[in-house]
């Protein structure tokens, strides 16, 4: 009994020691590249020893891509929210693209370290972009896409919803002024992907109007 109430605690400190280590690399990675942030930094700021942090990562950039993989998993997690009742495709990724909107105006730090400082995750097989590949792959299926879309849609998405987040955070934009710019953003991805002008206008409205509404 004494051993499993001991390893307990020790799991508990090894939690309570990660979660300070990832706590200190999202502030301080919101405030300067990862490059320029030595690990010195992150231990003095979570309050522990240096050795600590290898006990649970290898590296600098291990470290940093677990505090991206964590935010993206936080978004996917909204975007899952948001869909949860949506079948068309098409509504899907713009929902999506508008999910991560949302997230660049509510959640300013954490949005800042996952656009601007840490690796873009663009794998097709990567589980991170499991729910978005879905998508995309049911939209080709139903032909509501150009044919490139099947190989490249993903990542040309991907790459509009990582632009979008980054100039709302760069430019500071007001809700009403980054409800604008998603929609034109959107608008122009869903053209590029084959949907026609009038669906693509259609859409951005709705997502740009429901974004206005939004409030966390």
């Given at each position: 009994?004494?051993?499993?109430?001991?390893?307990?605690?020790?799991?508990?400190?090894?939690?309570?020691?990660?979660?300070?280590?990832?706590?200190?690399?999202?502030?301080?990675?919101?405030?300067?590249?990862?490059?320029?942030?030595?690990?010195?930094?992150?231990?003095?700021?979570?309050?522990?020893?240096?050795?600590?942090?290898?006990?649970?990562?290898?590296?600098?950039?291990?470290?940093?891509?677990?505090?991206?993989?964590?935010?993206?998993?936080?978004?996917?997690?909204?975007?899952?929210?948001?869909?949860?009742?949506?079948?068309?495709?098409?509504?899907?990724?713009?929902?999506?693209?508008?999910?991560?909107?949302?997230?660049?105006?509510?959640?300013?730090?954490?949005?800042?370290?996952?656009?601007?400082?840490?690796?873009?995750?663009?794998?097709?097989?990567?589980?991170?972009?499991?729910?978005?590949?879905?998508?995309?792959?049911?939209?080709?299926?139903?032909?509501?896409?150009?044919?490139?879309?099947?190989?490249?849609?993903?990542?040309?998405?991907?790459?509009?919803?990582?632009?979008?987040?980054?100039?709302?955070?760069?430019?500071?934009?007001?809700?009403?002024?980054?409800?604008?710019?998603?929609?034109?953003?959107?608008?122009?991805?869903?053209?590029?992907?084959?949907?026609?002008?009038?669906?693509?206008?259609?859409?951005?409205?709705?997502n740009k109007n429901q974004l206005l509404r939004t409030t966390r």
């Open positions: 009994m004494a051993n499993t109430t001991s390893s307990k605690g020790s799991m508990s400190r090894l939690v309570r020691t990660r979660r300070s280590l990832v706590d200190a690399g999202l502030q301080l990675f919101a405030e300067r590249p990862v490059d320029a942030v030595p690990i010195d930094d992150i231990v003095a700021a979570a309050g522990v020893a240096k050795g600590s942090f290898f006990n649970h990562f290898n590296d600098k950039q291990s470290f940093a891509n677990a505090i991206a993989a964590e935010i993206r998993l936080d978004i996917e997690a909204r975007v899952a929210e948001a869909n949860k009742d949506i079948v068309n495709p098409l509504e899907r990724l713009t929902g999506g693209m508008r999910t991560a909107a949302e997230f660049a105006l509510s959640e300013k730090q954490r949005s800042i370290v996952v656009t601007r400082s840490l690796k873009l995750t663009t794998g097709r097989d990567h589980p991170l972009n499991a729910g978005l590949r879905k998508d995309v792959e049911s939209a080709c299926a139903h032909g509501l896409l150009r044919p490139e879309a099947e190989s490249s849609g993903l990542l040309f998405w991907l790459g509009a919803c990582h632009s979008i987040m980054s100039n709302i955070i760069e430019r500071n934009l007001s809700r009403p002024k980054a409800a604008e710019r998603m929609a034109d953003i959107m608008m122009m991805g869903l053209i590029g992907l084959g949907v026609g002008e009038a669906e693509a206008r259609t859409l951005a409205e709705a």
